[in-house]
């Protein structure tokens, strides 16, 4: 079997892979420091996929750490890099720390890719990348923009990290993965998204809201220029994401030496934040008290993604709807406040 190392594999995004690249008959390897996870989500993990996969606890910055993982595990396929400080507003107060972390982690990754001729990296970046695009939908060969944050600074400098590696390793492969909006859970209702402290996104607000954690909603301005007034992003069912991975690394496999490539993984479809509400209220028969607040500093008016090159280069296509993603996330909140 293929062994692929999956950092950040106890996180959202990565929990979700690790089951979709057992389902295609990988054989993953979680790194994890649960800095942002827990172990409930490895238990999560081994219930859906019948085992425990192999998990190594430790910080993807420390390269001493990082190596002797390398050495037990010994002949890998391929990496995929998830592990990295992901919070807007903590990045804004925090940058040395989200730079230190989030290329600080990448590097060390690169460097010992190199020493032992692993040939294949899927690299986790965001269409944060875009900021506010000239033009919609956006489209992989749009400019970068200047970055709203630290945080989507580090994606942007570690898209290019990768990109340069890739000129410089003989047969070093990359696919740099521009998420959307990752929401829902896994349906199993075991594995999803565990927000620390007040959630900033969306849909863990919603939830933690209609869960009656919280006591309203707060949208960020309704007086944008919109169908409804509310921002538009492209919302992807977590899972859809995760099997996008498994495409991208399967991909790789075929492609040149050199090959660098980014994809969007987006549906295609921008919903404003009203149409979210609404949808998972409708889905799921419960209220989700709001009230209309200011903007939020540093959000863009609308998003959505050009997803002609994952169709065609990849062919990868979402399989899910957002009232699936909506379904989903809410029967994963009730499962961590029954488990709680
Ligand atoms: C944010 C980051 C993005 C990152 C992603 C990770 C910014 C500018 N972008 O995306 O780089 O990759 O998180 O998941 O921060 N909203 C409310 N009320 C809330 C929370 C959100 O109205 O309580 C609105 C926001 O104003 C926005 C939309 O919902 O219009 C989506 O927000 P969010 O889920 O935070 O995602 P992004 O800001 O798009």
């Known amino acids: 079997m293929k ?7 106890a996180g959202f995004i990565g929990s979700h892979t690790v089951v979709e690249l057992v389902a295609a008959g990988y054989e993953p390897v979680i790194v994890d420091d649960l800095r942002n996870s827990e172990e409930r989500i490895l238990n999560g993990i081994e219930t859906i996929i019948g085992f425990r ?28 890099h998830f592990a990295a400080d ?7 107060s925090r940058p040395a720390m989200y730079y230190r972390n989030n290329i600080g982690s990448l590097a060390v990754l690169l460097s010992l890719m190199r020493e032992r001729s692993f040939k294949h990296i899927v690299f986790s970046s965001s269409c944060t ?36 590696q890739c000129e410089a390793v003989p047969g070093l492969k990359a696919a740099l993965l521009r998420y959307f909006n990752p929401i829902g859970a896994h349906p199993s209702g075991l594995i999803g998204e565990l927000p620390r402290g007040v959630p900033n996104n969306l849909v863990p607000f919603v939830t933690q809201t209609a869960a009656g954690l919280r006591d309203r909603l707060r949208v960020n301005g309704d007086d944008y220029d919109t169908v409804d007034g509310t921002c538009v992003r492209d919302y ?26 980014a994809f969007n993984l987006g549906t295609g479809k921008g919903r404003t934040v009203m149409e979210v509400v609404n949808a998972f209220q409708k889905e799921n028969k419960v209220i989700v008290p709001y ?50």
């Open 53 to 80: 996969p192999t998990f190594h606890r430790l910080d993807c910055t420390d390269p001493i750490a990082v190596s002797s993982m390398l050495d037990e595990e010994g002949d890998v396929h391929g990496v995929i």
């Open 129 to 164: 990348v875009y900021g506010q695009p000239d033009s919609l939908p956006v489209s992989e060969d749009s400019p970068d923009r200047n970055a709203s944050s630290p945080y989507g600074e580090t994606k942007v400098v570690c898209e290019q990290l990768v990109r340069r």
């Open 236 to 261: 992807i069912h977590v899972v859809d994401l995760a099997q996008a991975h498994v495409t991208a690394l399967a991909w790789l496999e075929q492609a040149e030496p050199q090959t660098c490539e």
């Open 86 to 92: 992901k919070a807007v507003g903590e990045s804004m």
């Open 291 to 340: 009230v209309v607040g200011p903007r939020r500093a540093g959000d863009v008016v609308s998003v959505f993604a050009d997803t002609t090159k994952s169709r065609e280069v990849l062919r990868w296509e979402p399989q899910l709807t957002l009232e699936d993603a909506v379904r989903d996330a809410w029967r994963w909140q009730r499962a961590l406040a029954v488990k709680a």
């Open 3 to 9: 062994k692929v190392i999956v950092t950040g594999g």
